[in-house]
T-cell receptor, first 113, second 113 residues
Framework: DSGVTQTPKHLITATGQRVTLRCSPR?????VYWYQQSLDQGLQFLIQ???????AKGNILERFSAQQFPDLHSELNLSSLELGDSALYFC????????????FGDGTRLSIL | GESVGLHLPTLSVQEGDNSIINCAYS??????FIWYKQESGKGPQFIID?????DKRQGQRVTVLLNKTVKHLSLQIAATQPGDSAVYFC????????????FGKGTTLSVSS
């Protein structure tokens, strides 16, 4: 158990809809990262937050947004969903901003019908 | 562009053998490297990391070797066990551009008893 909690584990929805994925980092971790894992693209970095502030953006679509709340949990919002958004979405956390192991949750599997 | 690749998509070994999983990276500015293990239905699990000022680091049954001259990273697993069967990913940071990880495509390790 990594200590990172992601909910829900599975999400099935339709094209055009909007969903929110939730992540609770390990106790004491200030940095949260979101990654997308798909069969064709592998694991891709989406966005990073540190202590409530956005720190870095990767291959995140404009239809996607995220935030980190004062209690350090984070949410990833996906809107105007398309079939190609079907993937596993992982959250990872680390204590600080420096180079150190990121610990991953078990992900949310998003299926778009 | 920036990418982390793996030499072999699959590796099959016998229980008790030593396993070596290889990875090539392309970004000379990367200064932090990390190996993850991912089992089916789970998130990536941290195995071992290494910084660019080192060329070798050992953990419990695992060793990571870094050759910056040829931009090559390897993970050695001693006395491989059936429980080691999983997909293994190497990842690198973006150097001065931040701590988000760039993942390779993964090697599936199958251990037969």
């Amino acid at each position: 158990d990594s200590g990172v909690t992601q909910t829900p584990k599975h999400l099935i929805t339709a094209t055009g809809q909007r969903v929110t994925l939730r992540c609770s980092p390990r106790s004491g971790d200030l940095s949260v990262y979101w990654y997308q894992q798909s069969l064709d693209q592998g694991l891709q970095f989406l966005i990073q937050y540190y202590n409530g502030e956005e720190r870095a953006k990767g291959n995140i679509l404009e239809r996607f947004s995220a935030q980190q709340f004062p209690d350090l949990h984070s949410e990833l919002n996906l809107s105007s969903l398309e079939l190609g958004d079907s993937a596993l979405y992982f959250c990872a956390s680390s204590p600080h901003e420096g180079n150190q192991p990121q610990h991953f949750g078990d992900g949310t599997r998003l299926s778009i019908l | 562009g920036e990418s982390v690749g793996l030499h072999l998509p699959t590796l099959s070994v016998q229980e008790g053998d030593n396993s070596i999983i290889n990875c090539a990276y392309s970004n000379s500015a990367s200064d932090y490297f990390i190996w993850y293990k991912q089992e089916s239905g789970k998130g990536p699990q941290f195995i071992i990391d290494i910084r660019s000022n080192m060329d070798k680091r050992q953990g419990q049954r695992v060793t990571v070797l870094l050759n910056k001259t040829v931009k090559h990273l390897s993970l050695q697993i001693a006395a491989t066990q059936p429980g080691d069967s999983a997909v293994y990913f190497c990842a690198e940071n973006k150097g001065q551009a931040g701590t988000a990880l760039i993942f390779g495509k993964g090697t599936t390790l199958s251990v037969s008893s």
